[in-house]
């Protein structure tokens, strides 16, 4: 198949849901993809945020390899050698407090879980989520999205969730004031909204608020997590500890899993039957997400994280109006429309991915990312920017 037909294919074939590339992907390795023509990528996007450890891990690779020979899949009806490792190498990594975890296969699946233990545990209906929140797309995870976009054409169907604007504490009290509140959700940095993240002054108030009216505090870390932004939890920065956490993306480094990491408090409620899902669990992320999570330790990448943005922020000083963002979670505030640019540096060999603001791009560079990838990032964005300067 040439790169067109594969195109022309996929267009004819796939509802058209999708904005793409104008390309097709054959193959990738470390911080680096082959397109079906040959060409090479610098891929500083990782498809939405998920190449935590570059394109297939060799740890990673090799464990879904023999897993795979093993035994593929079984249900949670059986209990699994490869699942037990797992989940104690996660909940190991967990903030202290978190000691249990449910599996599940995406982040919104995954948060559909923690709002829905969040009722059951609180016995209150009520959800309050932030402006700008991106939660996911499943109905029960949409009603928690605020940008219209997604939300308009299903509002009849969607729970009611109380929105309130982005670091706005008199507003979060108002809202939980009625005392009705199951959780609040959150993500601690909003990445599709344009990199907003939540000043610290903020979480220990945000804390003190849920706890006071009897409220969980979800954080929705499906972007922050798994050492991304320089610790396992962003919550570990934030010197809070939320109830709830969800994790997606990066958790299998490749792999399709998710997984909400819970409360001792709430999981000693829990009851079976409350949540299931087939496929949670399953063999094959299970071994994913233990190379993932021995790479990570071992390889000491959450202080790479650190060590790549500070060399990314360095490089674009002047070049950029702000970064944003922790770890390799990185916004590039632009004094100019991203599009443009986003296409320039694709036709220069870099992947980077744009936001709801139409000036902020957004990276998400492999914890994986050697300085010479992160230098061709900056040489590349100045070649880009320069003949507009100019
Ligand atoms: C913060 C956040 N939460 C939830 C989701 C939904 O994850 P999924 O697409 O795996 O359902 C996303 C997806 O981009 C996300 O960025």
Not at 5 to 19: L, R
Not at 136 to 161: F, K, M, Q, S
Not at 359 to 374: A, E
């Amino acid at each position: 198949m040439t790169t067109d037909d594969i195109i022309q294919t996929e267009e004819a074939v796939e509802i058209p849901t999708y904005s793409k590339f104008p390309m097709a992907l054959a193959k990738g390795e470390g911080s680096t993809v082959w397109d079906t023509d040959g060409n090479k990528y610098l891929d500083f996007y990782g498809g939405h945020c998920v190449a935590l450890l570059g394109h297939c891990p060799p740890r990673v690779v090799q464990a879904v390899q023999e897993q795979a020979e093993k035994l593929l899949f079984y249900s949670n009806v059986a209990h699994s050698p490869i699942r037990a490792e797992a989940a104690q190498k996660l909940v190991d990594l967990a903030p202290d407090g978190l000691g249990q975890v449910f599996f599940a296969n995406s982040g919104s699946e995954a948060n559909e879980t923690a709002l829905k233990l969040a009722r059951t545990y609180t016995g209150r209906s009520a959800v309050v989520a932030l402006e700008g929140a991106f939660h996911g797309r499943t109905v029960g995870a949409l009603a928690t999205t605020h940008n219209e976009t997604y939300r308009a054409p299903y509002t009849d169907i969607l729970p009611e969730t109380r929105f309130v604007p982005w670091g706005d504490h008199e507003a979060l009290k108002d809202a939980l004031a009625p005392g009705d509140v199951a959780a609040v959700i959150l993500e601690p940095i909003q990445s599709i909204a344009g990199m907003r993240m939540l000043p610290p002054v903020c979480a220990p108030g945000l804390r003190e608020l849920c706890d006071a009216h009897g409220t969980l505090l979800i954080f929705d870390e499906v972007q922050t997590g798994v050492g991304r932004t320089g610790t396992f939890s962003i919550s570990e920065h934030y010197g809070i500890t939320p109830d709830l956490i969800s994790l997606a993306k990066s958790l299998g480094a490749g792999v399709p899993v998710s997984a909400v990491l819970v409360s001792d408090a709430i999981a000693a409620t829990v009851e079976s039957g409350d949540q299931g899902s087939t496929f949670g669990g399953g063999m094959l992320a299970m071994a994913a997400v233990a190379a993932c999570l021995d790479t990570l330790v071992e390889e000491n990448l959450m202080d790479r994280a650190t060590a790549i943005h500070a060399q990314l922020a360095e490089g674009l000083e002047g070049l950029v109006e702000e970064v944003r963002g922790k770890g390799c979670l990185i916004g590039l505030q632009l004094d100019r429309p991203v599009k443009p640019v986003l296409n320039a540096l694709r036709d220069h060999g870099v992947l980077a991915g744009s936001s709801a603001d139409p000036h902020v791009m957004r990276i998400m560079p492999p914890l994986t990312s050697t300085d010479d990838d992160v230098q061709r990032f900056i040489d590349t964005f100045k070649q880009v920017l320069a003949p507009a300067a100019a």
